[in-house]
């Protein structure tokens, strides 16, 4: 497995009326948290969009626990739960200020070639970074 921690401060625009951070900004927190850890492993999204891919989210799930709320600090923590094949599976916890449990959720991402759209299986210069990076916990 590899794993990352990142946080970020919930602006009063990641907000609703309720004061609650809005469902669709979560999505916006997994790509912070997923751009961190990739870049850890040495994969960073512009190496690879200059080797020719693109990485659509083919599938996202989300679980609900507790709201974040405007200027908390929230921890992402991104996962690597499996090596990739076919796709990049990635699994989100957030937490509140407070440590508590807010956000569980996974997100599936897909390769493309670039030039063609066309889906492509997990290029070898991200397998073998994962490779690189991988722990038994």
Same mark, same amino acid.
């Given at each position: 497995? %590899?794993?990352?921690? #990142?946080?970020?401060?919930?602006?009063? *625009? !990641? #907000?609703?009326? $309720? /004061?609650?951070?809005?469902?669709?900004?979560?999505?916006?927190?997994?790509?912070?948290?997923?751009?961190?850890?990739?870049?850890? %492993? /040495?994969?960073?999204? @512009?190496?690879?969009?200059?080797?020719?891919? &693109? $990485? =659509?989210?083919?599938? $996202?799930? %989300?679980?609900?626990? +507790?709201? &974040?709320?405007?200027?908390? &600090?929230?921890?992402?923590? @991104?996962?690597? =739960?499996?090596? =990739?094949? *076919?796709?990049?599976?990635?699994?989100?916890? %957030?937490?509140?200020?407070? /440590?508590? +449990?807010?956000?569980?959720?996974?997100?599936? +991402?897909?390769? &493309?070639?670039? !030039?063609?759209?066309? =889906?492509?299986?997990?290029?070898?210069?991200?397998? !073998?970074?994962?490779?690189?990076?991988?722990?038994?916990?």
């Amino acid at each position: 497995m %590899i794993q990352h921690e #990142t946080t970020v401060r919930v602006r009063y *625009a !990641d #907000t609703d009326q $309720m /004061g609650f951070v809005y469902y669709g900004k979560y999505a916006e927190y997994f790509e912070v948290g997923r751009v961190e850890l990739v870049r850890k %492993i /040495g994969v960073p999204y @512009t190496k690879v969009e200059e080797e020719g891919f &693109l $990485m =659509p989210v083919a599938e $996202m799930r %989300i679980q609900y626990k +507790l709201p &974040l709320t405007y200027d908390e &600090l929230a921890t992402i923590r @991104t996962k690597v =739960p499996e090596k =990739p094949r *076919a796709s990049f599976l990635t699994e989100y916890e %957030i937490y509140n200020e407070e /440590g508590k +449990l807010s956000i569980l959720a996974m997100v599936k +991402l897909a390769f &493309l070639k670039k !030039d063609t759209g066309r =889906p492509v299986s997990v290029p070898k210069f991200v397998i !073998d970074a994962v490779e690189k990076h991988w722990s038994v916990e």
